[in-house]
């Protein structure tokens, strides 16, 4: 089945310093990644939609400078949390579109705390 | 805004028992989704039941959706404390559309 591998299931970083997070589908190609933002015990909050060799597009309310997003492959997404501030600290988790049933295939997240 | 509304937010039940969970929404939808998601994990996805579908199963999954009352239901059967989790129902607006999440619903399956 279709397969999205999320890197770094953590991360720690200090204040003012940048994380980049990658997401890769593993057997399928992903024209189109979704990235969200769960706080806990909350639900996932779309960030942006990433499109592959195009400019990613944000929701409302997202600074697109502070979350910097890059499809450059149909199978790699990043995106990278820029000059981290501990508000940043949440739950990150990407999603590509699977092969049938319109689901949708989630990685497995990456847990962010910027002290 | 959230699309998806989910009832209740927390539900705990006996293993063996059945869990329904419900969830509501406001605007047109091309299909509704369930996902599951164990603490501090991604999600993964359970079941897509389309606009012009009214039920679907899967194994101890049975989903309804009435697009007249713009909600859906998901009923596991025979529970186990492994489906111990949080369920989120999904919206989407076509084959491709971003999915709009609601709130999720935590089930504490108690052996």
């Known amino acids: 089945g279709a397969v999205v591998s999320q890197h770094p299931s953590r991360v720690i970083c200090k204040s003012g310093t940048s994380v980049k997070i990658e997401c890769r589908s593993l057997d399928f190609q992903a024209t189109t990644m979704f990235w969200y933002r769960q706080f806990p015990k909350q639900s996932l909050m779309l960030m942006a939609t990433s499109n592959e060799g195009s400019k990613a597009t944000y929701e409302q309310g997202v600074e697109k400078d502070k979350f910097l997003i890059n499809h450059a492959s149909l199978t790699l997404s990043t995106l990278t949390v820029t000059s981290a501030h501990p508000e940043d600290s949440s739950f990150y988790i990407c999603s590509a579109r699977g092969e049938s049933n319109y689901g949708y295939t989630f990685g497995s997240g990456t847990r962010l705390t910027v002290v | 805004s959230q699309q998806g509304e989910e009832d209740p937010q927390a539900l705990s039940i006996q293993e063996g028992e059945n869990a329904t969970m419900n969830c509501s929404y406001k605007t047109s939808i091309n299909n509704l989704q369930w996902y599951r998601q164990n603490s501090g994990r991604g999600l993964v996805h359970l079941i897509l039941i389309r606009s012009n579908e009214r039920e679907k199963h899967s194994g101890r999954l049975r989903v309804t959706l009435d697009t007249s009352k713009k909600s859906s239901s998901l009923l596991i059967t025979a529970s186990r404390a492994a489906d111990t989790a949080s369920y989120f129902c999904?919206?989407?607006?076509?084959?491709?559309?971003?999915?709009?999440f609601g709130k999720g619903i935590t089930l504490s399956v108690r052996p």
């Open positions: 999904a919206t989407g607006t076509g084959a491709n559309s971003k999915l709009t």
